[in-house]
């Protein structure tokens, strides 16, 4: 059975389902007042979530920490914040972007 990946208005949802409309009849019974967004039927039948992406693996500094004190020092200038944060952790840019830039939505 193949497995899709359904994104609405207010969930991500991965599940097997014979065809695509199976899947969105998922949608319709779990999530009757969401609106779908995307369904794409996944290349294998499996899923995998990276924990590093997430930023769930162990590192020796706390990411949200260091990116709080960086906005904290920079007033709150996203840039500036990026530069503190790669010049403390020796990120590159993209991880440093992404990490700043989610805590500046959590808000710092």
Not at 32 to 55: F, H, M
Not at 63 to 71: G, K
Request: glycine residues 4%; negative net charge; hydrophobic residues 40%.
């Amino acid at each position: 059975m193949p497995l899709f990946e359904i994104e609405t208005d207010s969930h991500i949802i991965i599940t097997w389902a014979e065809d695509e409309d199976a899947a969105r009849s998922v949608v319709v019974d779990a999530y009757p007042t969401d609106e779908i967004a995307r369904l794409t039927k996944r290349p294998r039948d499996t899923w995998v979530i990276s924990k590093g992406a997430l930023g769930l693996t162990k590192t020796e500094l706390d990411p949200c920490t260091v990116a709080r004190e960086c906005l904290n020092r920079s007033a709150g200038d996203k840039v500036n914040a990026i530069r503190l944060y790669r010049n403390e952790t020796g990120s590159d840019l993209e991880q440093a972007r992404k990490v700043i830039e989610s805590n500046m939505v959590m808000g710092w």
